[in-house]
């Protein structure tokens, strides 16, 4: 067994080297990234100062076994601790076993089943709303357009409410928090959370606190609503679920699974929307397809599609596990307390698994599913994405009202892909002009 290659790293230049491989990383994101695994091959290891050893795997033979590792052998928690940082450290997502799998098992429900087949109308009304304020015929973002309707998406969906001033007085302190998330000097200060900057972090502290003035009262007041038993807000699922010994979550508890879902929900799908429109306006025929299944119904092609744009451009570029003791991985043997990253761009778009793989091809996943250890936008094993069916029905709901009751074309070329804290999203938000489509009634 040996350790694994990568870029340079003597002893005596640890400090600085890891310091300069940091700061390249997010300079130069994916495309850095991509390059370095290409050139060292499946498992790369490099220094990077905040973190340690990192090492990035791409092959979906150990990204299957990363996957389906003892989680306590492999950190999954610790694996994405960075998100602490705006989660919060009582976030199921950064939680290790035997908690996070409690958490998970109490949040499953909500986002599955009958349960996700109500919100169906909600992501309708909520299109439908958003598309009466956006102008016509001029060029606006998509991404913030987006971005806005799935705020309204989520907040709707877990507070069970429909009036305006309510799903903004709601809505706004998670949105807050989430402009904080997506700022570089989150990264920064988690880097530097060795000495002191996560501690003294007032815009978190005003911003926590405000959330505190908003959702606590929010949570105690639905306990004691009456018709809690027959609601199906998530909000209320949480408050009556009960694991197998009876045991519900505590106010805390539902406040950070709140966030949780709140951040992990939005601002991933008003990226993956953004995207989706990127890609439809500059592939006529493929727009033409989804345009044909948003009016006569149907579903397949437009589910390909999405699959296919969260390949392209998985809005979460990559996602974690920690090693608890010394592990081998690919012939190499990596240290307790090493990162390993799920480098889900770069396993996205490996050569040796896809044709053409920096291409949209919009029918590539049209007859044959996505494959659980190369497709990896919503991660995998134990800490898949719990959002991953939701996301899908809200995407494919969202897209056909839009089609149905619009016209899109692009007001600009194709985009770029730029990073934002930890989201990769188009550089100039997708720039898009539309217009209400008047649709022939029958006489
Ligand atoms: C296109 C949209 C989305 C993408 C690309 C995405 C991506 C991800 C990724 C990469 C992870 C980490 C998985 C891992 O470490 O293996 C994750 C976790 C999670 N996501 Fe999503 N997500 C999306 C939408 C959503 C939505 C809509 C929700 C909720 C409504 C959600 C809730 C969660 C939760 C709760 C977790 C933590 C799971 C756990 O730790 O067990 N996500 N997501």
Redesign the pocket.
């Known amino acids: 067994m040996t350790t694994a290659p990568g870029p340079p790293a003597p002893p005596l230049l640890s400090g600085p080297l890891s310091a300069a491989y940091g700061a390249a990383f997010l300079l130069g994101g994916n495309r850095l990234g991509g390059a370095v695994t290409r050139h060292y091959g499946p498992v790369v290891s490099v220094p990077i100062l905040g973190f340690g050893t990192v090492v990035a795997v791409t092959d979906p033979v150990l990204v299957k076994q990363v996957l389906t590792e003892d989680p306590h052998v492999l950190l ?1 928690g610790q ?2 601790g960075p998100a602490a940082a705006i989660y919060g450290s009582g976030s ?2 950064v939680q290790d076993e035997p908690d ?1 799998l409690r958490r ?1 098992k109490l ?1 499953t429900p909500p ?1 599955h089943g009958k349960p996700l087949a109500s919100y169906v109308p909600i992501f309708e009304e909520a299109t439908l709303a958003a598309m009466a304020t956006w102008p016509s015929d001029r060029p606006f973002s998509m991404l913030a357009a987006s971005r806005a309707m799935t705020l309204d998406v ?1 907040t709707r969906v877990i507070f069970g409410v429909d009036d305006p001033d309510e799903v903004r007085r709601l809505g706004h302190p998670f949105e807050d928090l989430l402009d904080l998330g997506l700022t570089e000097e989150t990264t920064w200060r988690y880097v530097l959370r060795g000495v002191g900057g996560l501690r003294w972090w007032p815009r978190y502290a005003r911003i926590s606190r405000e959330l505190d003035r908003v959702v606590l009262p929010a949570i105690a007041e639905r306990r004691t609503a009456p018709d809690l038993e027959t609601r199906t807000d998530m909000l209320s699922l949480m408050l009556g679920a009960r694991t197998e010994d009876g045991e519900g979550l505590t106010d805390e508890e539902v406040r950070d699974d709140l966030i ?2 709140m951040l ?2 939005h601002e ?2 008003a990226t ?1 929307l953004a995207w989706l429109f990127d890609e439809l306006l500059h592939n006529p025929q493929a727009l033409a397809e989804v345009q044909r299944e948003a009016d006569e119904g149907g579903t397949d092609v437009t589910h390909a599609i999405i699959n296919e744009c ?1 390949r392209l451009h ?3 570029p990559f ?1 974690g596990r920690v090693t608890t003791a010394a592990y081998e991985l690919g012939g190499h043997t990596l240290p307790a307390g090493a990162h390993i990253v799920l480098y ?1 761009d770069a396993i996205n778009k490996n050569p040796a698994t896809y044709d053409r793989p920096d291409e949209f091809v919009a029918d590539r996943f049209l007859h044959e599913r996505p494959n659980n250890f190369a497709w990896l ?12 069916s ?2 899908m029905v ?1 995407l494919t709901t969202v897209l056909h009202t839009m089609l149905r009751n619009g016209t899109f074309v692009a007001a600009g070329k194709p985009e770029a892909p730029v990073r934002r804290s930890v989201v990769v999203v188009p550089r100039h938000g997708t720039r898009v002009r539309y217009r209400p489509r008047k649709v022939a009634v029958d006489a």
Do not use: N
């Open positions: 999954g694996g994405v199921m997502f996070h998970r949040l986002l989520i949780t879902v992990a929900g991933t799908t993956t969260l998985a809005p979460v996602t889900i936008p919503f991660g995998g094993g134990i800490k898949r994405c719990l959002g991953a939701f996301s809200e």
